[in-house]
DNA sequence: CCTTAACTTCACAAGTTTGTGAAAACAACG
DNA sequence: CGTTGTTTTCACAAACTTGTGAAGTTAAGG
């Protein structure tokens, strides 16, 4: 047979298969306006086996200078989409996706649509609560409340659901 | 007095006062990714009393040439945020903010979500659903999942909310 | 403490994006 | 069917962004 595995030893990794699917991935998040690096540093590590890799795996893998990784992990870390971790008694960091924790990070958004509302709300007061332009802010002031009030709940109930799937039977 | 309109007058736009919300808008929409020209274009038309503007208020208003204009409204236009309509009898454009309709631009959404979902679909089976990164992956695919169903309904319950509000009592 | 592995910072080169002017294409109106 | 006011296209210059190499900083382990 020239199957790539026998039977008996678990799934191995096929690296190029990986990463190309890595680079495709990457790809779609720099579409929705992700910048690049992290957007790759992102779903290197969300693909990797183990949920955590260091920086020269990322370096290596991705075939970018260390620096680039620096500033990727950098941003992905303040953006909460992955958590920096040291391994005691090395000097080698780690970065992880916290599965539960990157959903949340979508949740950040909300900090977003509540400045947007902040700023509807001046703009009604500017333009006057009375003038056909300010009552169109007006209703878009409700629109953003209404996401901002909504996505927390969206993201309670995925949690919800998640446990139901994964929390119950696993 | 030295009220700046009389009692009898309707309010009237400072021009000043519209830019710099007009202006502080874009910006947070550029921020959070969006373009720059299209987002102050988008911010201008929200921010008239009749909610359209020709190709020249805007290149006025803006201090931007016709160019970016027509390359702003293009794009606007494509992610269906505004709308292009004709004045029967002139030949002069003029681009509107439908209320209802940029709303679900943000539905749009659930189209890349959607992409992301196959994207996901794809990598759990390249890299073996077996595997604690396919395990992954799958789990991701289905918050996408999630989120592709999720946001149609959240958007439909906008629309209630809104008719509520603005239909009911108006 | 000194060594050394690992991460970060910084200045810069390369690459992209953005907005413009000028010219072309359209379309209403006489 | 030519005129004229309007929008679009296109090549280019300016501005910004990105990723790198190299030097600098930090901290584990001898």
């Given at each position: 047979m020239n199957e790539k595995q026998p039977?008996?030893?678990k799934p191995q990794r096929d690296e190029?298969?990986?990463?190309?699917?890595?680079?495709?991935?990457?790809?779609?998040l720099t579409e929705a306006g992700m910048v690049r690096m992290p957007a790759r540093v992102f779903a290197a590590i969300l693909s990797c086996d183990s949920g955590a890799m260091s920086a020269a795996e990322l370096s290596e893998q991705l075939k970018i200078s260390p620096a680039a990784v620096s500033g990727a992990v950098r941003y992905l870390s303040q953006v909460t989409m992955i958590s920096r971790e040291r391994e005691p008694g090395s000097r080698r960091d780690r970065y992880r996706v916290h599965s539960d924790q990157w959903y949340e990070a979508l949740g950040n958004r909300d900090q977003i649509v509540?400045?947007?509302?902040?700023?509807?709300?001046?703009?009604?007061a500017r333009l006057g609560p009375d003038t056909p332009a300010g009552r169109r802010l007006a209703e878009t002031?409700?629109?953003?409340?209404?996401?901002?009030?909504e996505l927390p709940l969206l993201l309670e109930r995925w949690r919800e659901e998640r446990e139901r799937t994964y929390g119950g039977s696993a």
């Open positions: 039977a008996t030893a190029a298969v990986v990463s190309a699917f890595v680079e495709r991935f990457a790809a779609q509540k400045s947007w509302e902040e700023t509807m709300r001046e703009g009604v002031q409700e629109f953003f409340a209404f996401l901002g009030k």
